[in-house]
């Protein structure tokens, strides 16, 4: 579960490992690490086990028998899907999302989906449905949100890749947490068929251990679908030709200044930065010390009126398909504020704070234009202790705030559209990862991907390996003769 998903692949087709072996083999670790990481809300063992065993040796599909997983908020025909939330029930999908049809045309086998915050609101993966999923680094410790589920499974061998999204840094803050590699792809690269024509802050993507891997995942999910409302424009050669390429000199612009004023940086992740500024320094790149201009107060007010509808449409909808209006002991007290807020929020409001929104990144977007890329710390503090953020305590929007305060650094490239990738470069004393962001120009995926692979050659971090994957996990207990 630790070897790379192109390579599981090339094992299958060569006869070497079977895709039943292999499913299995996930299978197991899943069964056994689940009760003391609670990655999954479901897991598919039939299904699963039914389409390892119809890949035969030689099948050239790219992925063909490698086990992945899908966060439990994209739709999985004939499993659950429960965005996290009570109000969802135990609906089932009918249907396939466009990135899970394109997932199984590529060969991959689902085994199952994973846990998130309810709606995917938080920055940490604890849903009261469905209770907290533990970092596989210190089980004490949150994964991230809100693709956590996925992180944790990664980081922890169940998987050697999964699936997550990135509305706010909602892949890039469990990669950070988890010691893992997360793009967020430019605003538009992967299509959010059949349900949406777009989102302004969301992107799909995947939770993976190298460069490369990320690359080829998102050379398979890139791409336009019939309806979608605008798309990003084709890339001039694949995703994974450019991230082996050079990425030849560059100007990177490296800043530890935070967007929202309130925000506390600790000090480990900001000399993170500059240790990483050394490096590409070291590796010849042209290094400057800079201070954008996305410090200004009342810019995360700013961001929840934009995203709070946003994630409130999905409420709307279960609600709709529960034919009822939506009553508070149906969602947790944060979920439950932002709905009563959002509802406040009239039409022209919301679209203003959108239009303010755009203008905000427009403007970052002008002003980073003379550099190539831009680095940050990846996250402000290390993965906060579990219960830390709690969306269900007393007041649940002072803990929303004070997520924005853990992670502050993620959000602009959603406001922007951007490409940002997270990358696991260092390590805390004891072993928790320590992270670096990098923010690259529009549309420009390769030449971030190019850079960040340069990054990864040159300090390794793929062997790295979570404390609960070195330990031999105990057999998960036989059922019940009642069950």
């Not at 934009?306 to 609600?319: N, T, Y």
């Not at 002003?367 to 996250?379: G, K, S, V």
Request: proline share 10%.
């Amino acid at each position: 579960m630790f070897r790379p998903a192109g390579e599981l692949a090339r094992l299958v087709r060569s006869g070497e490992l079977s895709a039943l072996e292999l499913v299995q083999t996930s299978l197991e670790r899943i069964d056994a690490l689940q009760p003391s990481i609670n990655a999954f809300v479901d897991v598919d063992h039939d299904g699963a086990l039914t389409a390892a065993a119809e890949i035969a040796a030689g099948d050239e599909r790219p992925f063909a028998g490698v086990p992945i997983a899908l966060k439990n908020n994209r739709a999985v025909s004939g499993m659950r899907l429960t965005i996290g939330a009570e109000l969802m029930g135990d609906f089932v999908a009918q249907h396939d999302h466009n990135v899970t049809r394109r997932l199984r045309a590529a060969g991959f086998v689902i085994v199952g989906t994973t846990a998130l915050p309810e709606w995917g609101i938080m920055a940490v993966t604890e849903s009261r449905r469905f209770g907290p999923t533990c970092n596989p680094w210190d089980t004490a410790r949150t994964p991230g949100g809100s693709s956590g589920g996925s992180a944790a499974a990664v980081a922890a061998g169940m998987l050697p890749i999964a699936h997550g999204n990135d509305g706010g840094g909602s892949l890039r803050i469990p990669a950070a947490c988890c010691g893992l590699v997360a793009l967020k792809s430019q605003r538009g690269r992967v299509s959010h068929a059949p349900e949406v024509g777009e989102q302004f802050l969301t992107q799909d993507g995947v939770l993976t251990r190298t460069v490369a891997e990320t690359a080829a995942l998102l050379d398979l999910l890139a791409g336009a679908e019939p309806g979608d409302a605008s798309w990003a424009p084709p890339p001039a050669e694949p995703f994974a030709a450019s991230a082996a390429r050079d990425p030849g000199r560059l100007r990177i612009a490296v800043t530890t200044l935070m967007p929202l004023l309130e925000a506390e940086l600790d000090p480990l992740c900001a000399q993170a930065a500059h240790d990483a500024a050394e490096l590409l320094a070291a590796l010849g790149h042209d290094v400057q010390e800079v201070q954008p201009p996305w410090r200004r107060p009342g810019l995360l007010d700013l961001f929840v009126a934009a995203f709070g509808p946003a994630i409130c449409v999905q409420v709307a909808v279960a609600g709709l398909r529960a034919e009822r209006e939506p009553e508070q002991h149906d969602m947790e007290p944060l979920s439950w504020e932002l709905w009563q807020r959002s509802k406040s929020i009239d039409a022209v409001t919301a679209q203003l704070a959108t239009l303010q929104l755009q203008a905000f990144g427009r403007e970052i977007v002008t002003w980073a234009q003379p550099y190539d890329a831009i680095l940050t710390p990846a996250l402000a503090q290390p993965p906060v202790l579990t219960g830390e953020l709690d969306p269900c305590g007393p007041d649940p929007m002072e803990a929303f705030e004070r997520s924005g305060h853990f992670t502050p650094y993620t959000a602009v490239s959603n406001v922007t559209g951007s490409p940002a990738i997270s990358l696991p470069l260092y390590e805390r004393p004891g072993g928790l990862p320590l992270a670096v962001q990098l923010i690259g120009r529009p549309a420009q995926e390769g030449a971030l991907l190019a850079l960040a692979a340069q990054i990864e050659a040159a300090q390794p971090w793929a062997r790295r390996r979570a404390p609960v994957a070195l330990t031999p996990p105990r057999p998960a207990p036989p059922p019940s003769p009642a069950a």
